[in-house]
């Protein structure tokens, strides 16, 4: 098999592992386990957290110690053992623990599986930035394929679900051992500051106003980054406690209307070199934002019959809030910092939004959905969804008054050509 078509079945099972359980374990925990909102909003932070942890680390040792492709292949089986465990767990502070290592798992081997693919494309001569987003793709397609399975399958509040995602983390952990070795680059200087090899040099940014307040921004935004993974099913499946809906298609196959948003997410990542020539960083910045706002007030009002536009205008939306505001992110760091630093700046941005801000988004979410916003157990998605919807407003309101960043064509045409 060639090198592409085998790169191509690691990004397909690296996101089917995750894809799996990530939308419907909000249906396990509220459906099937009963347990509370404030305790799930903890099982979120736990992506943040190790997000903010392990990413650096497991790049230092792949750098120093041992191949990646190694490591990569370790970690996804330790984490696809962990995740077979969580059907054990009985108690909502056991499963925060076994997810949580599970997590410091999986989390590192995203960045670790693009590192992978990069060594091993360079190392046979091919055009990275030409051949490796095609290969990324199938991992949106990975990531959709177990969601359908496991809706499909009628498991998207059943401990199978775990199964599902743990066997494909084992098979992806043993497959990737027999990929090109990709051994330690030894980049890392044994003179390097400690900060430095943590990558985390890149704080000093924080002493010019325009970075500082950009990092903050995407800090908000991450805390919005996940709200609708997190709830989202579980919404679309309790429309099933109305018996004017309990039948309905979007009761049924919530996780396949769920899945839209992933599909979306790959359409729009086609329309960014059209809006960022157009419009500049800060404007796509700015209507991803926007579109957060349309995310969850579209969610608010939409019902399975009458408001199903709103409800599937809401995850089309999804595509444009979610790469929109990454991509464009991204290239604000790449076009704004000195080349030396550039590479730990990205992390930094990585950590603020997906790491800090998720870590916060699921805390604080869990907390105000079950103290405001639930009644008797029942929770009121309505108000749920339009709170959402005003602190998307109010970050996006702030960020265009108080970011000043003037558009220079020549910033995006990397992105363009």
Known sequence: MNIKNRLTIMSFLQFFVWGAWLITVGNYWFATKQWSGAEFGAIFSTLGLSSILMPALTGIIADKWINAEK??????????????????????????WV????????????SLSNSVAYNILKDNDYDVVKVFPPIRVWGTIGFIAAM??????????SVNMFYISAFAAIVLGIYSFTLPKCPPQKLISESDSFLKK?????????????MALFFIFSMFLGGALQLTNMYGDTYLSEFSKVPQYADSFVVKYSTIIMSISQISETLFI???????????????????????VLRFGLFAYGNPTDGLWMIIMSCVVYG???DFFNISGSLFVETTTDSKMRSSAQGLFMMMSNG???????????????????IDGQRDWHNIWLAFAGYA??????????FKHKHDPKDVESVTH
Request: glycine share 10%; proline share 3%; with cysteine.
């Open 71 to 96: 490591l990569y292949g370790i970690l996804h089986i330790l984490g696809g053992f962990a995740i077979a465990y969580l059907p054990q767990v009985d108690n909502p502070t056991g499963f925060y």
């Open 99 to 110: 997810i949580f290592a599970a997590m410091m798992c999986y989390m590192p081997t995203i």
């Open 148 to 157: 359908w399975l496991t809706n499909l399958s009628g498991n998207k509040a």
């Open 198 to 210: 943590l990558g985390l040099d890149a704080f000093k940014l924080f002493g010019t106003y325009k």
């Open 270 to 292: 086609l329309a960014i070199p059209f809006f960022l020539k157009r419009f500049g960083i800060k404007q796509v910045m700015l209507i991803s934002m926007l579109a957060w």
């Open 320 to 322: 444009m809030a979610f």
């Open 356 to 374: 800090f801000g998720a870590f916060f988004g699921g805390i604080i979410s869990g907390f105000i959905i079950d103290k405001y916003f639930t």
């Open 393 to 402: 407003l109010v970050v996006a309101i702030l960020f265009a008054v108080l």
